[in-house]
């Protein structure tokens, strides 16, 4: 996910970006790179996993976006 920090110092902002491990489901089979998710927070599945996928919705050919639930 994409955001912008602002930095006091230098009166700006600054590109932040975070990635994270979700857990895909089998049901989901048809995701491709590009797909627009919606994760929700779960009990931890490993070490670093502690979202789910909850919501696939096809991309449209648009730019990377983020929903909120």
Same mark, same amino acid.
């Given at each position: 996910?994409?955001?912008?920090?602002?930095?006091? &110092?230098?009166?700006?902002?600054?590109?932040?970006?975070?990635?994270?491990?979700?857990?895909?489901?089998?049901?989901?089979?048809?995701?491709?790179?590009?797909?627009?998710?919606?994760?929700?927070?779960?009990?931890?599945?490993?070490?670093?996993?502690?979202?789910?996928?909850? &919501?696939?919705?096809?991309?449209?050919?648009? &730019?990377?976006?983020?929903? &909120?639930?």
């Amino acid at each position: 996910r994409d955001y912008l920090h602002y930095i006091r &110092k230098y009166n700006r902002f600054g590109k932040r970006h975070k990635n994270m491990s979700v857990h895909l489901s089998p049901c989901f089979r048809d995701v491709q790179i590009g797909d627009i998710v919606t994760v929700g927070e779960c009990r931890p599945l490993s070490k670093t996993v502690r979202f789910n996928v909850l &919501k696939v919705t096809k991309a449209a050919g648009t &730019k990377k976006q983020f929903q &909120k639930f």
